[in-house]
């Protein structure tokens, strides 16, 4: 491969042990299956190939190396020290709290659970009746890694690099693409019209795209479309609106409950 190559992968991220006479832990991983039997599969994660751009910076230096050196349909293994990895645990990223203090932010410490201050994501991994002390190192930092990994494709069709990149900046998702002379025309799938990333993940895939596509217009096309009065289901629409209502009393419930605190 060479730097800058867009590619799909197929990988297994394990946790190597500081004792040899341990097993590797699975951190992740782009098979369901074994998401599954490992006990980390995520329901909001999208399983299969992952597309990933051979670039410094963008990826793990250690991985980032192995990748280059790799063709396609190779099948190989490589061990990420923590130098060309996460980096060393920080000490000064260990903090201490007061329980009163984290009662107030309505956080319940238990040792091992994975938390949010100030939008900083940390671990629990000390809790008395006073005192909490919260890990915000990467989850990694520190570890040896060892990546099993197959570059399964690399894509070289205009639309494929289109889905590739798509993927990879946002999500996994329906496009429907045309490229008219300098212009490429790209009909954004209905998610996009709800989610708060994709301001950002745009202005990303914008860019992405430059690099690997000669054009000079990149549309985003939202398309809303009338419903035929035919098609819509009473009962769906009725379940929706009884949804609505229950939310709603609910958020009252709670409104009534904090005024009374």
């Not at 932010?105 to 002390?133: F, N, S, Y």
Request: charged share 45%.
């Amino acid at each position: 491969m060479e730097e800058g190559d867009l590619v799909y992968v197929d990988f297994d991220l394990w946790i190597m042990p500081d004792d040899e006479e341990e097993e590797p832990i699975l951190f992740d991983t782009t098979d369901e299956e074994k998401a599954e039997e490992e006990e980390i599969y995520n329901e909001d994660a999208s399983y299969g190939p992952t597309p990933f751009v051979i670039e410094e910076g963008e990826i793990l230096e250690g991985f980032y190396k192995a990748l280059l050196e790799s063709e396609v349909g190779e099948e190989k293994s490589v061990e990420v020290p923590p130098d060309e990895g996460i980096g060393n645990r920080d000490p000064g990223k260990i903090e201490l709290f007061s329980r009163r203090e984290l009662d107030r932010k309505g956080i319940d410490p238990v040792v091992g659970k994975e938390v949010e201050i100030d939008d900083r994501r940390g671990t629990v991994i000390q809790a008395t009746a006073g005192r909490i002390r919260i890990d915000f190192n990467h989850p990694l930092a520190g570890k040896t890694l060892r990546y099993d990994f197959e570059i399964v494709d690399k894509p070289e069709e205009e639309e494929e690099i289109v889905k590739a990149i798509f993927e990879k900046d946002f999500r996994k998702s329906e496009l429907e693409i045309q490229k008219e002379e300098d212009a490429l025309d790209i009909v954004l799938p209905d998610e996009c019209k709800y989610d708060q990333g994709w301001i950002v993940s745009k202005y990303r895939i914008v860019g992405d795209l430059r690099k690997y596509i000669d054009v000079k217009t990149i549309n985003f096309i939202e398309q809303y479309v009338e419903e035929d009065e035919d098609d819509i289901d009473e009962e769906e629409l009725e379940a929706e609106l009884e949804e609505e209502v229950e939310a709603e009393l609910e958020e009252k419930a709670e409104e009534e409950v904090n005024e009374e605190e």
